[in-house]
């Protein structure tokens, strides 16, 4: 059975991401794949949220509490900024981030996640990732800027070297509605 988005965004994760990894979420939202991280990196790995919008910092955190996840830190500033709130040595263990593009459900849609913040997020995690790590956008695009994100983002992905990074594609292409894809990155031996 071919997975949903969601199902395979999950799958990749729990294939690269090992035990005791630091990991990212670059856009906590209303803190599912927060949650989901913590549980996958287990208590001696780390999550480090960020959002730019307290509501979702709310949010991240009372689910975070309500399932007494202590592992994970959320971080009111752009996921571009992550290398200023990280200590070193839980960047030497960092395995994988994941990015969900878009507005925060239920919420201003004019807030929007942007390629340029985005695309320096992503390098920076690039440049830091252990070898076999992941990162992975679920790409959100039938809003209002939406699609130029996704443009500059593909764009980018097209550029990244072979020799040094498998780069996935991943979605339904008869789905009606810009249904959201997959892009996942990850760092070869
Ligand atoms: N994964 C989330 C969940 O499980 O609910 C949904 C994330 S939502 C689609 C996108 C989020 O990205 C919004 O909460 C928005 O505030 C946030 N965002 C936008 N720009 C950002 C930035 N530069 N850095 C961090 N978060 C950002």
Redo the contacts with the bound molecule.
């Keep these: 059975m071919l997975k949903g988005i969601l199902n395979f965004t999950h799958h990749l994760l729990e294939e690269s991401v090992d035990k005791g990894d630091t990991v990212i979420?670059?856009?906590?939202?209303?803190?599912?794949?927060?949650l989901f991280l913590t549980k996958l990196v287990g208590e001696n790995g780390h999550v480090f949220g960020?959002?730019?919008?307290d509501q979702?910092i709310t949010n991240t955190k009372n689910r975070l509490a309500l399932n007494k996840s202590n592992n994970a830190t959320i971080i009111k500033?752009?996921?571009?900024n992550f290398i200023h709130h990280m200590p070193v040595d839980k960047l030497t263990r960092l395995g994988g981030a994941?990015f969900?593009?878009?507005?925060?459900?239920g919420?201003d849609k004019s807030?929007?996640?942007?390629s340029e913040?985005?695309i320096l997020?992503v390098e920076g995690i690039l440049s830091h990732m252990k070898q076999n790590g992941i990162v992975v956008l679920v790409v959100?695009h039938g809003h209002e800027g939406g699609e130029t994100e996704k443009e500059q983002l593909v764009r980018y992905m097209h550029l990244l070297d072979q020799k040094l990074f498998h780069v996935l594609y991943y979605g339904f292409i008869n789905q009606k509605n810009d249904p959201p894809f997959i892009l996942a990155i990850q760092k070869r031996n």
Aim: include cysteine.
């Design positions: 979420d670059a856009t906590c939202g209303n803190g599912h794949d927060t960020f959002d730019i919008q979702a500033d752009s996921h571009s994941i969900n593009l878009g507005y925060l459900p919420s807030v929007i996640t942007r913040s985005t997020a959100y």
